[in-house]
């Protein structure tokens, strides 16, 4: 299998492992993820305030996930510039980082990033089962 469409069957599984809620994911600005988005160049410590930071990324775009038995961490985030979403695969090493943002990739990402939200609260949900129900 070549490599894109090895990467476009590894976004379509998260995809699919998502929606049937087989991986958490959490904030990538959570208190215990703020030195693997630092790692990243996606957050740096405000230099006029302990212990806050400022962010490369959207915060409320940006997620990630650890697979502990495999060592790897995968983050997948759209930055404050855009609201194009960008995969990193990152081994706990932070070597042989691979970062997905080709647009050949942007359906299947954006398709992840909805997946993804759905395991959140999110106010247009609640009002329309509330409304439903």
């Not at 469409?5 to 929606?19: E, Y």
């Not at 930071?53 to 409320?60: L, M, P, S």
């Amino acid at each position: 299998m070549n490599n894109e469409k090895l990467t476009l069957q590894f976004i379509k599984t998260l995809t699919d492992k998502t929606l049937k809620n087989e991986i958490s994911w959490e904030y990538l600005d959570l208190e215990d993820k703020h030195q693997l988005a630092y790692n990243l160049d996606l957050a740096d410590e405000h230099p006029f305030t302990p212990h806050e930071y400022i962010y490369a990324f959207n915060r409320d775009e940006s997620f990630s996930f650890t697979s502990d038995d495999q060592n790897i961490n995968v983050v997948i985030y759209c930055s404050s510039d855009d609201d194009y979403p960008t995969l990193k695969i990152v081994p706990f090493t932070f070597r042989n980082i691979l970062t997905v943002d080709e647009s050949v990739y942007l359906s299947a990402l954006v398709e992840l990033l909805n997946a993804i939200k759905k395991q959140f609260p999110n106010p247009y949900d609640f009002m329309d089962t509330f409304i439903k129900n």
